[in-house]
C-alpha cells in the first residue's frame, strides 16, 4: 500500500502534516511530500479537504524463494551483554539451518559491541552482522528496524528469529511490515517440514486452549519471535571462530525520531525465572500474600526461586515479574513445585517442560496432577513445613558427616 500526493491538487495548507500520526510528511514549497516513516495508515486521505492524496495498491511481485538461504538470530543486548535468549534462539537455530542445509549468522546491533561477536561464535554462530554506530548505542525502533531491514533486503536470510522479549516483539513486526512478509508471535515450537523445508511455527492460540501451528509459503524471510525459557540453550564450544560482517550504518536526519535521554532502572527485587534450577510457584490456594513467605523459605533451601500463578498475581500477592505461564514467562527448571496451583491451560504452557514436576493441592482431581510427576494431595501450609523440616534435617546431618 501506497500514499501518493497528487501534486495538481494540493494547495499546500499542511493539513496533512499536522494530522500525520507518524510525522512521516514535511512541507517542501507549497507541495506535501511523503517521507520513508509513512505507514500506510491513510489519516492524511481522509483529512485533506481537496482531495489531493490518494492511497494506491502496489503491485506486488512474485518473491523468489531461490534468492534466500541462511537462519538469522537476532542477538539482543542490552549495555553490552547477550541477552539469555539468544543463546536459546541460537540452539534452536542451530538445528533448523543443518535441517534445511544452510548457515547460521546472527545480528548484533549496538556501540563497541563487535567484541560480543567471539560470544556468539561460540554459541554456535557461523557468521556475525555487525551493526556499530552511536545511533544504535540505545534501542530504537526507528534505528534498529532501518540498519536490520537493509541488511535483510542485502544478503536475504530465509529465517529470522528474535526473543519475544519488550524488544522483540518491538522490532519484528516493524522488521516483518517492512519486508512485506509475515510474523509468528511468541512461538513455542519451530520446526522443519521434511517435504518442501519450509519453518513450521506453532503457538498458542485463544487462550492457550489450543496450538496453532502457521507456515509463511510465500514471502522471505519466515519470522517468528520465540518465547524466552522455551528452547534448549546452544552448546558453549569456547574458542570457536567465524566471520565478522560489518554492516554499513548511515542515518539522515529524521530517520531516528525518538531519542533516549535517560534509562532509569526499576529499584524493585528483580527475578530471573528463566535461569533458574528450582522454581516454588504459589497459587490462589495459599488464601493470602503472606503464603509467599512460607515457599520463599523452602525456595531458600533448594537454592530456587519463587513464582506464581496469574491468579496469584492479580489478587496482588506476589509482583508480575514473578508471573509463570502463558502472559508471563515460560520456565523450564530441573525441579518445579507447584503449590496451591490448579493447574490452568494457561500456567501450565509456561512450566509443562520443567523437568520433574510436585504438585501440592488439596483437590484431588486438580489439573495440575494431570501434568506432576509427583502429587501430595494436602494442606501446602503442613506438607511445605514438613519438606523445609526434612531439609533441615538433611542439611544437618551433611554437616556432621563433613566434621566427622
Partial sequence: MAINVINEKCKGCAICAKNCPFNAITMEGKLAVIGSACTGCGVCVDKCPFKAIEKVEEEKSGVDLSEYSGVWVFAEQRENKIMPVVVELLGEGKKLAKEVGCELSAVLCGYNVEG??????????????????????????????????????????????????????????????????????????????????????????????????????????????????????????????GDVINLEVAFNEGDIRTKVLEIVKSVKETVSLTDAEVIVAGGMGLGKPEGFDLLKELAKKLNGVVAASRAAVDAGGIDHAYQVGQTGTTVKPKIYIACGISGAIQHVAGMQNAEQIIAINTAENAPIFEVADYGIVGDLYKVVPAMIDELNVATELSMEEQLC
Avoid at 511455527?201 to 496450538?211: D, E, S, V, Y
Fill in 116 to 241: 560480543l561477536a567471539d560470544e556468539l561464535f561460540e554459541y554456535g554462530a557461523d557468521k556475525v552482522y555487525v551493526a556499530d554506530s552511536k545511533e544504535l548505542e540505545n534501542y530504537t525502533t526507528d534505528g534498529y528496524t532501518k540498519v536490520i531491514f537493509e541488511a535483510i533486503s542485502k544478503y536475504k536470510p530465509e529465517i529470522v528469529l528474535l526473543g519475544a522479549t519488550h524488544i522483540g516483539r518491538d522490532l519484528g513486526p516493524c522488521l516483518a511490515v517492512k519486508a512485506n512478509t509475515g510474523l509468528t508471535a511468541d512461538c513455542t515450537k519451530l520446526e522443519i517440514d521434511p517435504v518442501d523445508k519450509k519453518i513450521k511455527q506453532t503457538r498458542p492460540a485463544f487462550g492457550g486452549n489450543l496450538m496453532a501451528t502457521i507456515v509463511c509459503p510465500n514471502h522471505r524471510p519466515q519470522m517468528s519471535t520465540v518465547r524466552p525459557g522455551v528452547m534448549a540453550k546452544a552448546e558453549h564450544t569456547p574458542g570457536r571462530s
